[in-house]
């Protein structure tokens, strides 16, 4: 418990200092790939490829003396061709500090996926992927908190494989943007939810963005993005969905964003949280 708390306590020391750094070093150029200019959503899939590495931490405030819920996200994409054809791995990790529960930090659910364009032009694309998560979690506190917060479900269900196909749609013309995603999420193995082997959920939403034309060596654009999750197939089924307010500032090379998160829907979703943030750093090779 004492490292944890070390560990989270230098995580939050180290956070303005590593979001200075980025400002300091972020190239001028819009922040843009191949086609539509569409800035990188907060949790929804992006409907192009760029060779990139990202990582996010968030911070999430519990209800019910479960104290805190604290969420990290790896990710590397390999952008195959023109940014319109790609590979990805996502691995997420989750710990809680405070509360009532011992505090925990574990690994998530590691996934593997791919997605191409179907159609690109200047204004529009659309992209279809899927997507495989292997059941790597080690089914401690924080997953079992992180599933609870509902968003990022079947990343944290222990001995479960899930198999997600998904599309995104963007478009944009100018300084507007917007984009819509869904993703169907079959569950297999999943007897440790409610003794059924298969479980279905849907996931889906949108983000629409804005990107003035400051005097400013970096782009900057403020992005409003609406994520939910539904199950299908469960006994009382569930429905979260969250509201990410937030700005995005960066160039070709860096981005950076910040956002909320504000929690509704089912009593089991917005009774467990009200709030949190997100920050996260995205590092791109290539256009």
């Known amino acids: 418990m004492m490292s944890l708390t070390k560990n989270l306590r230098k995580s939050k020391t180290l956070l ?8 300091l070093v972020i190239p001028a150029g819009k922040a ?10 907060f949790f929804l899939e992006s409907p192009y490829n760029v060779t990139d590495v990202q990582v996010n931490g968030e911070w999430i405030d519990l209800e019910d003396g479960n104290g805190n819920l604290w969420m990290t996200r790896f990710r590397a994409d390999v952008n195959l061709y023109e940014n319109l054809l790609g590979v990805y791995v996502k691995v997420p990790f989750a ?9 925990d ?30 059941p790597t979690t080690s089914n401690n506190n924080g997953a ?5 917060y509902f968003r990022d479900f079947v990343y944290f269900v ?52 804005l990107t003035p034309e400051f005097n400013l060596p ?24 969250w509201v990410n307010p937030g700005i995005r500032i960066g160039g070709q090379t860096i981005s950076m964003g910040i956002a909320g998160e504000i929690p509704f829907g089912s009593d089991e979703v917005k009774d467990f949280s009200k709030f949190g943030l997100m920050a996260d750093i995205i590092f791109r090779w290539g256009s």
Do not use: C, H
């Open 95 to 103: 710990g809680n500090s405070g509360g009532n529960l011992d505090g």
């Open 158 to 209: 222990d001995e479960a494989w899930t198999v997600a196909p998904y599309a995104v749609f963007g478009a944009g013309n100018g300084k507007f943007g917007f984009q819509a995603n869904i993703e169907g999420d079959i569950m297999l193995n999943a007897d440790d939810i409610e003794g059924d082997s298969t479980e279905y959920l849907v996931k889906y939403g949108g983000t629409v963005s």
């Open 32 to 41: 843009y790939s191949q086609g539509v200019i569409i800035p990188q959503s």
């Open 16 to 23: 303005p200092i590593f979001l200075i750094i980025g400002l």
């Open 144 to 148: 079992l908190l992180a599933r609870n």
């Open 218 to 241: 970096f782009a900057t654009s403020f992005l409003v993005e609406v994520l939910a999750v539904s199950s299908l197939s469960f006994d009382n089924n569930i429905t979260g969905a």
């Open 105 to 134: 930090f574990d690994i998530g659910n590691v996934a593997v996926g791919g997605k191409g364009a179907i159609v690109s032009t200047d204004q529009t694309v659309l992209t279809a992927g899927f997507e495989v998560i292997a």
